[in-house]
């Protein structure tokens, strides 16, 4: 069974760095054809995600995010990681990390999805 | 970025009631639409990907159905364990983008 477990400072001064870290127990970051995520929630509020990487280390950015956010994979440690540089309180939120899968159907095309996600971790920027 | 849209916000409903929650795309995501279960301070459950294949583990009591702009998630008896907040995520193109929620309380 795959577990997610995010880590990292739970205060965080504005202006400064976020930075958190997912590690994943229960089976290799590199097996399989998994994209691995960072997905956040402010309180009370919905979702969103905020950017992927591959094993291979190929990423993905939500471009409303792009210019302040770094995500790594450490594949000797089993963890992932992200940075959010010149934070505000807008960016306060319950983190989440996730692993991506993706199924195929009958005509070859492929379907991705959450299929296991950490418990969460609340990042709260203030001076 | 596609826009999720889902309707109602909000609802109250009984057990045993039968659920349908919609989700609009503003622009045609095929059938590469999620749904997801949230619980308070939990995060949330994988309920249906690709509009209608349920995931492992998940009663049958859900599921999914259309395709294009315009799709649903039901859930035939609601069971007390089903009051939740629900979301839908599309997969279609990045940036992956999720619903506002819908928020399913006890009548």
């Known amino acids: 069974q795959v577990q997610l477990q995010e880590s990292g400072p739970g205060l965080v001064k504005p202006s400064q760095t976020l930075s958190l870290t997912c590690t994943v127990s229960?089976?290799?970051?590199?097996?399989?054809?998994?994209?691995w995520s960072w997905i956040r929630q402010p309180a009370g509020k919905g979702l969103e995600w905020i950017g992927r990487?591959?094993?291979?280390?190929?990423?993905n950015y939500n471009p409303s995010l792009k210019s302040r956010i770094t995500i790594s994979v450490d594949t000797s440690k089993n963890q992932f990681s992200l940075k959010l540089t010149s934070v505000t309180a807008a960016d306060t939120a319950v983190y989440y990390c996730?692993?991506?899968?993706?199924?195929?159907?009958?005509?070859?095309?492929?379907?991705?999805?959450?299929?296991?996600w950490g418990q969460g971790t609340l990042v709260t920027v203030s001076s | 970025d596609i826009q999720m849209t889902q309707s109602p916000s909000s609802l109250s409903a009984s057990a045993g009631d039968r659920l349908t929650i919609t989700c609009r795309a503003s622009?045609?995501?095929?059938?590469?639409l999620n749904w997801y279960q949230q619980k308070p301070g939990k995060a949330p459950k994988l309920l249906i990907f690709?509009?209608?294949s349920l995931q492992s583990g998940v009663p049958s009591r859900f599921s999914g159905s259309g395709s294009g702009t315009d799709l649903t998630l039901t859930i035939s008896s609601l069971q007390p364990e089903d009051f939740a907040t629900y979301y839908c995520?599309?997969?279609?193109?990045?940036?992956?983008?999720f619903g506002q929620g819908t928020r399913v309380e006890i009548k």
């Open positions: 996730a692993r991506e899968a993706d199924a195929t159907d009958s005509s070859g095309y492929y379907y991705n999805y959450f299929d296991y």
């Open positions: 229960g089976g290799s970051i590199t097996s399989g054809s998994y994209y």
């Open positions: 990487i591959y094993t291979s280390g190929s990423t």
């Open positions: 622009q045609s995501i095929r059938n590469y």
């Open positions: 690709a509009a209608s």
């Open positions: 995520q599309q997969s279609y193109s990045t940036p992956v983008t």
